[in-house]
DNA sequence: CTTGAATATTTCAAGCTTGAAATAAAAGCG
DNA sequence: CGCTTTTATTTCAAGCTTGAAATATTCAAG
């Protein structure tokens, strides 16, 4: 086998191996903020992702921009906005001119609801990346967005 | 405000926007390998993973030797195991002298099935990890270790 | 041996997730 | 205007996931 088959099959299993430390590091981290979302405040991480992409757009969100935002199914978000709803925390409004669409919002208490989620959610992920410095987040950031950019394809034309 | 906080919020920050950024990463490679999975083997990752694990261990594993080292708990290998089982890929052994407990193994044909599967599977990280060449590649890997070695507590004491 | 604690696994209800089908409304077009 | 196509959302069945409860078995004392 020739020298250039050979360094191309050792790249491969490099990246494979990369690929299960990452994302042994990213499931480990998530089941923590589960847990810590459960414990702390009887909720989700589901729940947390709709409440903090309502919290960025105050304005409201379709609930088909929801769900390209979070990049999830739109069933997805109907079930979850549903229940954010029944808990008074969310709302949907109806779309002047378009009676197909409503835009979801927060409500004041789900916002007020979400600034104490927030609050500990960023403490929760200093706790986990801890061990890395300034230089190694800037350092990681950057080649996570490197490989990023083979893998979105064309997100950003 | 002391310099030495606004730092610590500064870093804070910083490691929030990082753990956004690995999410965004590995959410979308595992997007793409259930998609992969779906479309070119009619399987899932969940039991691309239980077979992962059986497949490196030929002499089989205890269902709850199977959950801890997946990470995901007892119930939910059981239903896996399950329908592997269903489809011929997976089987239960007793374990002598002990009447509570199973082992889990591939069948031959699970084990010829995975094969395939493992093969496409390398090639689809290989595919997802491209942009990054053997150094970044291991500095990533280092980078992440460390992140671990906080995130685990102790796993390996 | 018998009783009670510990261990291995399954069962279960609830929620998350998806892709596909169903509904409903808007837009384009002849 | 009617008719088709596109767009926005919901509904649905199936599978994944969890934590807690239920079963079954082993182990440890007495």
Redesign the pocket.
């Known amino acids: 086998m020739g020298r250039a088959k050979e360094k191309a099959e050792s790249l491969s299993k490099d990246r494979l191996r990369l690929w299960l430390r990452l994302l042994k590091l990213t499931s480990g981290i998530e089941?923590d903020l589960?847990?810590n979302l459960?414990e702390a405040h009887d909720?989700?991480?589901?729940?947390f992702?709709v409440m903090a992409a309502l919290a960025r757009h105050p304005e409201g969100l379709?609930?088909?921009?929801?769900?390209s935002y979070?990049?999830?199914?739109?069933?997805?978000?109907?079930?979850?906005?549903?229940?954010l709803t029944e808990e008074g925390l969310a709302l949907?409004m109806a779309?002047p001119?378009?009676?197909?669409?409503?835009?979801a919002r927060l409500t004041a208490r789900g916002r007020e609801v979400f600034d104490r989620l927030a609050a500990d959610h960023e403490g929760w992920i200093d706790a986990a990346l801890g061990a890395l410095g300034a230089a190694e987040i800037a350092t990681m950031a950057r080649l996570a967005k490197r490989a990023q950019s083979r893998e979105d394809g064309n997100e950003h034309p």
């Open positions: 089941a589960r847990r459960r909720t989700t991480l589901p729940r992702d379709r609930m088909s921009e929801l769900s979070l990049r999830v199914s739109n069933g997805n978000v109907t079930g979850i906005v549903d229940r949907r779309v001119g378009d009676r197909r669409a409503q835009t």
